[in-house]
DNA sequence: CCAATAGTGTCTATCAGACATTATCTA
DNA sequence: TAGATAATGTCTGATAGACACTATTGG
């Protein structure tokens, strides 16, 4: 049999085969804390339950991984976080009470602002603070995944300025620098922070200010190669 | 309905789901060189290639996926590498002619000698140079995937020793050197390569020497904590 | 003026890079 | 002794930590 003859008569069906999902992880920041978004099960199992938006990769629509968790979090905010990255898959025969499951994960941010007013409007979908969803009953395992993707945040905050995802297109950098305080949780010299930001030249510094009670503090926007940057050297240690 | 009604009823083939599978990347060091295992395909689509060892969940089998990757290697190499973790998942409808599919890859370390017996009595897996890989015609996108891995090994050459697990237990610091230089792809400062090693604690210092034809080199042996620590500065930039 | 927040100056500590020097083996 | 490889001494440079200082706003 060769090649041609072989892939028409394969039925992918015949072997049984685990159940593929993807779950998002998507942070913001706001109100000087972390928030995650949940959304409440509207189907079994887990039913009634908070947990994390994902669902099923449809083979009809999507094309990839990707596009199932852009696809599910639009449904959920509207729009396309500015950052998504995988973050890891787990998969074993417990996780879901339907059968051996795998869940491709990813951590995705995005400012507050940009999706406040779709998620107002909606009441199966809620931003979290992380420290109150550390402690609620969540559906799956998807506490454990939210943890998981604290830790490797808080791992970026140490050498990268990703965390700038979770602000809007500008900011300041005292603001920015607590998202990395809030992530790493220390506080951090802000001349040690400024420093690295302005010598590897990753924001643009913007004409206008902002007035929080004090001097006006600089606005920035991220340069295109900020999200990819990595310091040699973390800060926060 | 609640939910034990819904789960007696539920069928997981209802609805058409990606494949599953798990590529493992090996790779271990030989002669000066890194290598990585490759098997050649026995079965269609891409019969006769040489591709990673891997394959499909086999849900009566596998608990979790790692028990899914750790069969496949054991399979070819007859033991359980001493390091094995996640790299990515990758899932889209182009990357396997039988339709949608997912993989998930793992990198692992092996020292060559812990599986050179098993691998020179079969004809269907080899070692192969990584610069040689990079330049064959592999099933799916397995060189894409070496390649993927690699760099994050690559990555982590800078911040860990993770690198030793490609060694055997006992070793000399100009043999772990040498691992990290060739991934690396430059010569480091053995001053400051053995320092930070030195300085972190990682290696256990034995009584016995290797000689080489100069002056006989100190082996070692990781500490338990060794494979875990990072450094909070990079080497080799 | 004071309180509050933004931003700078500058010293120190740590650690990687560079490279010369010493140590210990074999032929 | 010469050649090879292992290991150390020591200086320099880069960058994070610490913290005092100055700057700019509102009340």
Redesign the pocket.
């Known amino acids: 049999m060769d090649e041609s003859e072989y892939l028409a008569t394969y039925d992918a069906r015949a072997f049984a085969c685990p159940l593929v999902c993807v779950d998002g992880v998507l942070f913001t920041y706001h109100e000087h804390c972390l928030k995650v978004l949940l959304v409440r099960r509207s189907a079994h199992p887990d039913m009634g339950r908070w947990g994390l938006p994902g669902g099923f990769v449809d083979i009809q629509e999507d094309r990839t991984l990707e596009d199932t968790v852009l696809r599910k979090l639009r449904e959920k905010t509207g729009v396309a976080p500015p950052y998504v990255e995988q973050l890891f898959t787990r998969g074993n025969a417990v996780r879901d009470k339907r059968g051996w499951s795998v869940t491709v994960c990813y951590t995705a941010l995005i400012a507050y602002q940009e999706c406040a007013a779709n998620i107002e409007s909606v009441s199966d979908a809620r931003w979290v603070d992380v420290l109150v969803a550390d402690g609620m009953n969540l559906a799956f395992d998807h506490r454990e995944i939210i943890s998981a993707a604290r830790a490797r945040l808080r791992q970026k905050a140490q050498y990268s300025i990703v965390p700038a995802y979770a602000l809007p297109e500008k900011f300041?950098?005292?603001?920015l620098q607590h998202v990395h305080e809030v992530l790493i949780g220390k506080s951090?010299?802000?001349?040690?922070?400024?420093?690295?930001i302005?010598?590897a030249e990753l924001l643009e510094e913007l004409a206008e200010?902002r007035?929080?009670?004090?001097?006006?503090?600089?606005l920035y926007r991220m340069r295109d190669v900020a999200g990819t940057y990595t310091?040699?050297?973390?800060?926060?240690?």
């Open positions: 300041t950098l005292p603001e951090l010299q802000k001349k040690s922070f400024r420093r690295r302005e010598q200010k007035s929080e009670g004090g001097r006006p503090a600089t310091f040699i050297r973390n800060i926060g240690e």
